[in-house]
């Protein structure tokens, strides 16, 4: 399910491997204890445990046993039979440190502290919102005098939300720093024993929904299982809805359920046939194709190109896009079946986007808001994003939209409407030239004229 990202020999890899790297908590065993100021978060993950348990007035003994438990029993079982289910939780992790594989119970406590302390995070966000808080979510928090931390609490305050949820939300939403859903469930399932499983898990959903994407009213469509944090984000990212009929953002692998582990693969550098173009945003403007939202959500998925429209979702770009994008394509590169829609969207992305030119026309559509800075920021971190990856030739942006967008550009009108607005309309200059070269012909061609009509029709008839 979680699986360690490792670091390329390559230079680039080397630039983007901060992307991969917690900077405030850890989640999980990858990057446990390996920073100082990663354990700096360790005291306040024992003081949550404890705010945590008496809120549902649980003890560590409840969390514990149902971890070793079988899944769906509450009753004790045998210690060798209760194993599986924890093992369960340590086959979600490739290649563990060897003192995790032969230490139980420093795993099982690893689970718990950072469970609880995720749950917290999560719960206390979507109650402190206050009118945004949902009435029916009381019946999944706890007492509700419980629910608060005090005015001054460096993580759960209006100063933690203000100086630390954006790095906790950006570390919760890396590779190596997740926690299976499986242990969430586990854990939320032990201090509300009487809620079915289906609530429970669409109570998960929608709060970390709220958490990753600051909007508890999202609509929470069927996801399936998810692996962990990531795993739902991305699916959330990827809802399929607005697209015309026979609209398809990938064509699926018929095992596209199944999310096995995978090593990471080698990955070839992207290559086309020589028939294929791939044109800039500036250059199909040129060519008479107007950019449109085609979402106010980002919906990833919904990409389409239509008479002379090609409609994109609206994507904020800020100071955690380049490292969430990348996050979300490692996962997709680890897991067979998982899909490659956000890889695919990046390399689209990349395809339109050369320079800040392209940049500041795709903003001015408003299907890009750049909250990084200048436009060039925005177009080098496209380029560099998707460095060395193929995108999927069957994937509906390749095989359709690209496609599409090729056939409009080679039409001989636009073609050539293209090339007027590329060699004339950018340098005013050579417009001024066009335009007293278009005004010269017309007045040799007036004149012409009344030199012949002066011949024909003489002034005293």
């Known amino acids: 399910m979680t699986t360690s990202v490792g670091t390329s020999q390559n230079n680039d890899s080397m630039k983007k491997s901060a992307a991969y790297l917690p900077h405030t908590v850890s989640f999980g065993p990858y990057h446990h204890g390996k920073n100082d100021h990663l354990k700096k978060m360790d005291p306040h993950k024992h003081r949550v445990l404890g705010h945590f348990l008496r809120r549902y007035n649980a003890t560590l003994q409840t969390l514990?046993?149902?971890?070793?438990?079988?899944?769906?029993?509450?009753?004790?079982?045998?210690?060798?039979?209760?194993?599986?289910v924890l093992q369960r939780l340590m086959?979600?992790?490739?290649?563990?440190?060897?003192?995790?594989?032969?230490?139980?119970?420093?795993?099982?406590?690893?689970?718990?502290?950072?469970?609880?302390?995720?749950?917290?995070?999560?719960?206390?966000?979507?109650?402190?919102?206050?009118?945004?808080?949902?009435?029916?979510?009381?019946?999944?928090?706890?007492?509700?005098?419980?629910?608060?931390?005090?005015?001054?609490?460096?993580?759960?305050?209006?100063?933690?939300?203000?100086?630390?949820?954006s790095y906790i939300r950006r570390d919760m939403l890396m590779l190596e720093n997740q926690l299976p859903m499986l242990l969430l469930k586990t854990l939320l399932g032990a201090v509300l024993p009487t809620k079915p499983k289906e609530d429970i898990e669409e109570h998960l959903n929608m709060i970390i929904l709220n958490?990753?994407?600051?909007?508890?009213?999202?609509?929470?469509?069927?996801?399936?299982?998810?692996?962990?944090?990531?795993?739902?984000?991305?699916k959330s990212l990827l809802t399929h809805q607005n697209q015309p009929v026979g609209a398809s953002s990938t064509v699926k692998n018929q095992n596209s359920g199944n999310h096995s582990k995978a090593k990471r693969p080698m990955m070839a550098c992207t290559t086309r046939s020589g028939e294929d173009i791939v044109r800039s945003a500036m250059n199909l403007h040129e060519s008479g194709i107007k950019f449109k939202k085609s979402t106010e959500t980002c919906n990833l998925t919904d990409i389409w190109f239509k008479g002379h429209t090609l409609r994109l979702p609206v994507v904020v770009i800020d100071d955690t896009t380049e490292s969430t994008l990348l996050n979300m394509m490692a996962f997709e590169r680890f897991h067979v079946g998982a899909?490659?829609?956000?890889?695919?969207y990046a390399c689209f992305m990349d395809n339109i986007i050369d320079s800040s030119d392209d940049v500041k026309l795709l903003r001015s559509s408003g299907v890009l808001q750049n909250a990084i800075g200048s436009d060039k920021a925005v177009a080098k971190l496209f380029n560099e994003l998707t460095k060395d990856v193929t995108p999927d030739p069957e994937s509906w942006l390749e095989k359709v939209v690209q496609k599409q967008l090729d056939e409009y550009c080679r039409n001989k009108w636009h073609e050539?409407?293209?090339?007027?607005?590329?060699t004339y309309f950018k340098n005013p200059w050579a417009l001024l030239s066009l335009l007293a070269?278009?005004?010269?012909?017309?007045?040799?061609?007036?004149?012409?004229?009344?030199?012949i009509y002066g011949y024909y029709k003489p002034k005293g008839n």
Not at 65 to 82: L, N, P, Y
Not at 214 to 219: F, P, R, V
Not at 339 to 344: L, P, Q, V
Request: proline share 1%; glycine share 6%; hydrophobic share 40%.
């Open 64 to 84: 514990t046993d149902s971890i070793i438990a079988t899944s769906g029993m509450r009753q004790q079982v045998d210690r060798v039979e209760a194993l599986s």
């Open 91 to 165: 086959d979600s992790y490739e290649s563990l440190d060897e003192k995790w594989l032969h230490d139980h119970d420093g795993f099982l406590k690893l689970m718990i502290f950072d469970g609880c302390f995720m749950l917290e995070i999560l719960q206390w966000l979507l109650v402190s919102d206050g009118d945004k808080a949902v009435p029916a979510v009381s019946a999944f928090t706890g007492s509700v005098d419980e629910c608060y931390y005090a005015d001054n609490d460096p993580i759960f305050s209006r100063h933690g939300k203000l100086y630390f949820l």
């Open 211 to 234: 958490f990753c994407k600051g909007n508890s009213s999202h609509n929470m469509q069927k996801m399936g299982t998810c692996l962990h944090v990531l795993d739902l984000y991305r």
């Open 339 to 344: 899909g490659n829609e956000i890889t695919s």
């Open 416 to 422: 050539w409407r293209a090339n007027l607005s590329h």
């Open 437 to 451: 070269a278009v005004l010269l012909l017309a007045l040799t061609i007036s004149q012409t004229f009344y030199s």
